[in-house]
């Protein structure tokens, strides 16, 4: 029995700026929420760590969760996506390239499955 | 270059009434924050979900976030604990099968990192 698979999506060489723009990840966490039709159930929680701008944000969905966690100061973002039901592949590759000017992108997908 | 490790860990053959209990998954995630010294940056965000009494929760941690996710009716449940500093083993496995019954646990390990 599967419930579902997991997206673990580790960026690297990203814009600082753009690792501290909550708008930017708001932007992010929008475009993947409409194309992958997630649904949120509750509002995301974010948080913004003093000193480096880092952020977090972590969204709980009818099909899971979403977070992200962004260093500006090593250019390292890393995100997860956990769908317990069926979803089309996204381009996260392409998406974070664009959007942050990641340098690297490794995506792994974990199947979640009774043991 | 490291950010941390992951755990995933997913669960079967629990008891259905042990995953629909919020307050034994709140008793769950005190013990593991206790433990593994894990600091809160935000109220934990709870769901259930109608039909199968099925529990959602996630909390954002200054070392970045645990979730979980249960579904009584498949005995299963998932969760994820992504720190971005070093932690010691925790044992996952006894926990969950004295506290839910779990007839099988798997935990996998991964480090997040620069691509």
Redesign the interface.
Known sequence: ?T?GY?W?V????CRAEALASREALESLFASLIEALDLHP??PA?W?E?PGTGGM?????L?E??L?I?T?PE???L?L?L?C?SPRPAWDFEGELRSRFGAA???V?S?E????
Chains 1, 2 share one sequence.
């Open positions: 029995m419930t997991e673990v580790d960026a690297g060489g159930a509750a929680v948080r760590f977090t944000g972590v969204v709980l009818s899971s969760h977070t966690h260093w090593h250019g390292f890393a997860n956990y317990c690297g992108v490794r792994r974990l979640r499955s009774l043991p």
